[in-house]
């Protein structure tokens, strides 16, 4: 893969992984293998009340991001933070790669190409 920047999209449902170069963008989409249960919490039960990380999720989006330079993780809620958090403890080669982390609602796969070369444009142009 000869793309330098990558981004990825993810909630608890689906990840949407973009390699992207200034006229190229390869696309993936990772879901879990199980589906996602609510997180919830409940009186009288042992333990957090929380469904358990879906650790092969967020091994195989981990996986698609080899290759790239520079990854911007996005998302709307706490997906993203597991992703870093599965990355610095099974992935430490990813780890200096992340330039970024921000919270974006449900754009389309065109909205977030869009939002990658922007942010990508804009980080470069400061390392000028």
Known sequence: MSHYHA??????????????SPDDVE??????SQPHHKL????????????PEHQDYYHRV?????GASEILIVGPAQAKL????????HDAALV?????????????DAQLVAYARKY?????????
Request: no cysteine; glycine share 6%.
């Open 7 to 20: 981004l990825v999209w993810i909630d608890h449902v689906q990840a949407h992984v973009m390699h992207i």
């Open 27 to 32: 696309k993936s989409l990772i879901e879990p």
């Open 40 to 51: 919830h919490s409940r009186v009288g039960t042992l333990g957090s009340g929380r469904a």
């Open 62 to 66: 981990a996986q698609a991001l080899n």
């Open 82 to 89: 597991q992703l870093i958090k599965h990355i610095h403890a």
């Open 96 to 108: 200096s790669k992340i330039v970024g982390v921000e919270t974006v609602d449900h754009p389309s």
């Open 120 to 128: 990508f444009l804009a980080k470069d142009k400061m390392l000028q």
